[in-house]
């Protein structure tokens, strides 16, 4: 009867530890865990504090949310052809939903895990790493199941432009971008306007391109000149003159 207990929590504890593999990452074989326990095993697994996850472990509850998704992806990849399983596509499909849905309860309800405080900034940094593009799937579906939500999209996304800002503090153009940090932020800026109902609404802010509507620097005329205009660096003065030059007609070929 001990033996018999003991291989049962040996099986149990085996069967717990499964979605999280040795890298921190968590298991590949994602088809393995029952559909109809996916969305608990996330919330189980969202409500740990950040001092029960040792690395390589990721702590914040978007990255993880994140990594999930994309394993289930390659594995959604993987199951296609002739043998592909219905079942398990089913499920991967459901498990990179629940990874979205989630995603939008941590970066609107903060409060809702552990580690999910500061949800946007971790949104923005992996954006920033180049670790989500909108030429993968999760940042598309967030951005439409935020804009789902009422007021959601917009909240959000104008706290990414405010974050990208910060990195753009001192510039007068592209040309002033010399630290890597800003041009991460800026591609990251890029990955979110390239998709659309996200690029709808970061046009709406405020700070976005043109100076608000009747501020002061709305109302300033700006007017090309070959001259050297004053207080512009040189790599501005020679952008400004390369703007300048006539263009070239077009030419089309018989």
């Given at each position: 009867s001990s033996s018999?207990?003991?291989?049962?929590?040996?099986?149990?504890?085996?069967?717990?530890?499964?979605?999280?593999?040795?890298?921190?990452?968590?298991s590949n074989d994602l088809s393995a865990i029952p559909s109809d326990s996916l969305s608990a095993l996330l919330a189980t697994r969202l409500s740990l504090p950040a001092s029960s996850l040792p690395p390589p472990h990721e702590k914040e509850a978007l990255t993880y949310l994140h990594s999930v998704?994309?394993?289930?992806?390659?594995?959604?990849?993987?199951n296609t052809g002739p043998k592909s399983d219905f079942v398990t596509t089913e499920m991967l499909r459901e498990c990179m939903q629940l990874c979205v849905s989630y995603a939008v309860s941590s970066l609107t309800v903060p409060e809702l895990f552990p580690t999910s405080d500061g949800a946007v900034a971790h949104l923005h940094a992996a954006m920033c790493k180049a670790k989500m593009s909108s030429k993968e799937g999760f940042l598309p579906s967030l951005v439409e199941e935020l804009s789902s939500q009422d007021g959601a999209l917009?909240?959000?996304?104008?706290?990414?432009?405010?974050?990208?800002?910060?990195?753009?503090?001192?510039?007068?153009?592209?040309?002033?971008?010399q630290s890597a940090k800003a041009a991460r932020s800026l591609q990251a800026?890029?990955?979110?306007?390239?998709?659309?109902?996200?690029?709808?609404?970061?046009?709406?802010?405020?700070?976005?391109?043109?100076?608000?509507?009747?501020?002061?620097?709305?109302?300033?005329?700006?007017?090309?000149?070959?001259?050297?205009?004053?207080?512009?660096?040189?790599?501005?003065?020679?952008?400004?003159?390369?703007?300048?030059?006539?263009?070239?007609?077009?030419?089309?070929?018989?």
């Open positions: 018999s207990s003991s291989s049962t929590t040996t099986s149990s504890s085996s069967s717990s530890s499964q979605p999280e593999s040795s890298d921190g990452s968590g998704h994309a394993r289930a992806s390659v594995s959604l990849r993987n917009e909240d959000v996304a104008s706290e990414l432009v405010d974050l990208t800002l910060k990195d753009f503090e001192g510039w007068d153009c592209l040309l002033d971008a800026l890029a990955s979110l306007a390239a998709v659309k109902k996200a690029a709808k609404v970061l046009v709406k802010h405020p700070k976005f391109l043109m100076p608000p509507e009747g501020s002061p620097g709305a109302q300033e005329m700006v007017s090309s000149s070959s001259d050297n205009p004053s207080g512009f660096s040189a790599q501005q003065q020679q952008f400004m003159r390369l703007m300048n030059l006539p263009s070239a007609p077009p030419t089309f070929p018989r």
